[in-house]
């Protein structure tokens, strides 16, 4: 699936929004058959599942503290997964992580384990403070 590049994090004040993307170098078409996630990970704590898209189907996933605030989506012109974030919180500040596998649908949501996940980029920051 590629390298996989994080963009789009940085500081905003609470109630705004961001928008991160996730670049992949490899092929994400629908036949890939390839779940992208976004994990974010807080100071002291393990890594935790954000949202997941799966290419074949469009299926999507999410933690319950972002659903309705967050979306996920493809975006083909620039072969990225889209983090969409709105009404953040700064509960939501954290390093965001984004993550891909092959393994199948059956393996793609967020409360799976992050060790299915072969690739991971290096991260995009995200405070959301006043």
């Known amino acids: 699936q590629g390298q996989l590049l994080e963009s789009g994090g940085g500081s905003v004040q609470p109630g705004g929004s961001l928008r991160l993307s996730c670049a992949v170098s490899g092929n994400i078409d629908s036949e890939s058959r390839t779940c992208i996630a976004w994990y974010r990970q807080f100071p002291g704590k393990e890594r935790e599942g954000v949202a997941t898209?799966?290419?074949?189907?469009?299926?999507?996933d999410y933690a319950s503290n972002v659903r309705g605030r967050f979306k996920i989506f493809q975006n083909d012109a620039e072969n990225a997964v889209i983090l969409q974030m709105n009404r953040l919180t700064p509960g939501d500040t954290g390093m965001y992580y984004c993550?891909?596998?092959?393994?199948?649908?059956?393996?793609?949501?967020?409360?799976?384990?992050?060790?299915?996940?072969?690739?991971w980029g290096q991260g995009t920051q995200v405070t959301v403070s006043s």
């Open positions: 898209f799966y290419t074949y189907s469009g299926s999507t």
């Open positions: 993550a891909a596998h092959r393994r199948g649908s059956g393996y793609c949501y967020t409360g799976v384990v992050v060790d299915v996940f072969a690739n």
